[in-house]
């Protein structure tokens, strides 16, 4: 229901910034691309931080652009992306076991960028309802990982820069969560907290778009 509401949402925003009365050109198109995903984990009051192995996984979607000149636009996106992480641990026993956790999401960036030249870039939230969490160990089958809750709504913040010619784009772009995935407290061997644990996802993209303009 909720990535039912995300995607009326989607369409509904679309809409009405196609009702604008703008002097530049209106783009649609479709996008793909390879993520690069990490899993940051911040410990406080130290300010320690870790950040998990890269997952690699496909991502592909919809965007819509829209000028309110020649020169800056509004662009929203409609996107599946898969998150997570992936590492390798020694055993007590000597030996390596892998574990893979994946974060499927769809996410709705919303990027105020400018135009310079060829070049390209863009900034703003992302607002990711991810509808699954699964890990497995080695050649497992993925389950549900009882260390993250699902679904859930995360905010993100992106930044883009990217090439364009005529309608295809190459874009490279850093994302990173403003809220946690998971949080937990920290106690010390009396049972008191000592701290809390929050993990973020961080993203990076690289993806190839083709745009048809009106």
Not at 177 to 182: C, D, R, S, V
């Amino acid at each position: 229901m909720k990535t039912l509401q995300t995607l009326v949402s989607f369409s509904f925003f679309c809409f009405i910034f196609s009702l604008l009365p703008l002097r530049a050109q209106t783009a649609y198109g479709f996008k793909i691309g390879r993520t690069k995903a990490q899993v940051l984990e911040t410990f406080s009051p130290d300010g320690f931080k870790t950040r998990s192995g890269d997952r690699k996984p496909i991502h592909f979607g919809w965007l819509f652009r829209t000028h309110f000149n020649e020169r800056f636009y509004i662009q929203p996106e409609l996107l599946y992306l898969e998150k997570g992480s992936h590492g390798v641990s020694k055993l007590p026993s000597g030996e390596y076991q892998e574990t893979t956790r994946r974060f499927q999401s769809i996410n709705v960036p919303v990027l105020l960028g400018a135009k310079l030249g060829f070049i390209q870039l863009a900034a703003g939230p992302e607002f990711e309802h991810i509808f699954k969490m699964t890990s497995k160990l080695d050649d497992d089958d993925y389950r549900n990982d009882p260390n993250f809750n699902a679904p859930q709504w995360n905010i993100n913040v992106s930044a883009e820069a990217a090439v364009q010619w005529k309608g295809l784009q190459l874009s490279l772009r850093l994302s990173r969560g403003l809220t946690p995935i998971a949080k937990r407290q920290l106690l010390d061997s009396n049972g008191q907290e000592e701290g809390k644990l929050r993990k973020y996802n961080i993203a990076r993209q690289i993806a190839l778009a083709y745009m048809l303009f009106n």
